[in-house]
């Protein structure tokens, strides 16, 4: 099977009908579990090379943000700008932990005044 010729039903006919079954079954009962057992079935197929489709193999998924392109240049300019960005990640969450600290804080001075209005008003009710 090769890009030019690649039809989805010869993939297809590489999955025996019990997977087929078990991933119906899955999406219907938890779609993580159905969509889990496809993947692995892919993953599976793609390294017994029943599946050489090459935009698969162009398509280098890297979640975590590294591998090399081979251009150094390139790389260096990436490191540099995840280096960057992971400072400014850094930042944002101490401006959410001070936000969050000014909040409590708010939200502690609203309940002190609260309570001593309430105090004020019980007083005046009880003539003292």
Do not use: C, H
């Not at 280098?60 to 700008?81: C, H, I, S, V, W």
């Not at 909040?103 to 009710?125: G, I, N, W, Y």
């Amino acid at each position: 099977m090769n890009a030019s010729t690649f039809n989805p039903s010869d993939l297809l006919r590489r999955f025996k009908t019990w997977e087929i079954v078990a991933v119906v079954a899955g999406l219907v009962v938890w779609w993580p579990l159905g969509a889990a057992f496809l993947v692995w079935k892919l993953w599976k197929l793609k390294e017994e090379g029943a599946w050489d489709w090459p935009a698969f193999d162009r398509a280098r998924f890297d979640f975590a943000g590294g591998g090399a392109t081979g251009n150094a240049a390139f790389d260096a300019y990436k490191r540099e700008q995840l280096a960057r960005l992971e400072e400014e990640r850094r930042k944002l969450e101490e401006e959410q932990r001070e936000f969050a600290r000014f909040l409590d804080e708010l939200k502690r001075t609203r309940d002190r005044e609260t309570f001593d209005r309430f105090m004020a008003e019980r007083r005046k009710a009880n003539g003292a």
